[in-house]
Nanobody, 123 residues
Framework: QVQLVESGGGLVQAGGSLRLSCAAS????????MAWFRQAPGKEREFVAR????????YYTDSVKGRFTISRDNAKNTMYLQMNSLKPEDTAVYYC????????????????WGQGTQVTVSS
């Protein structure tokens, strides 16, 4: 139904910034709730942020509030994650996800996933 491809990851020093993009193909991008998850080595995949279909509602995990901003441009079929004031503990593979039925923050609530993009923050 929808295919997702992340980009924008890389290596950055602590305190720096990165902007991740998630490009979606297929119809009805604006019918999906979109989210970012991340997975550090040896840890479970965890929720980072989500955005409603119209972009009017956003939600963040506590550890990134005030530093990360999720957004979407439905005309471009693209979702973004602006990451500022990065910390070494933000190091992880970041995944784009789409849900056709939920506005949640659990992995099982999301139907479609991208391949992930690596973010590494050095101290």
């Amino acid at each position: 139904q929808v295919q997702l491809v992340e980009s924008g990851g890389g290596l950055v020093q602590a305190g720096g910034s990165l902007r991740l993009s998630c490009a979606a193909s297929g119809r009805s991008f604006n019918s999906y709730v979109m989210a970012w998850f991340r997975q550090a080595p040896g840890k479970e995949r965890e929720f980072v942020a989500r955005i409603s279909r119209s972009g009017s509602s956003t939600y963040y995990t506590d550890s990134v509030k005030g530093r990360f901003t999720i957004s979407r441009d439905n005309a471009k079929n693209t979702m973004y994650l602006q990451m500022n004031s990065l910390k070494p503990e933000d190091t992880a593979v970041y995944y784009c996800a789409a849900s056709s039925y939920s506005l949640g923050y659990r992995t099982y609530e999301y139907d479609f996933w991208g391949q992930g993009t690596q973010v590494t923050v050095s101290s």
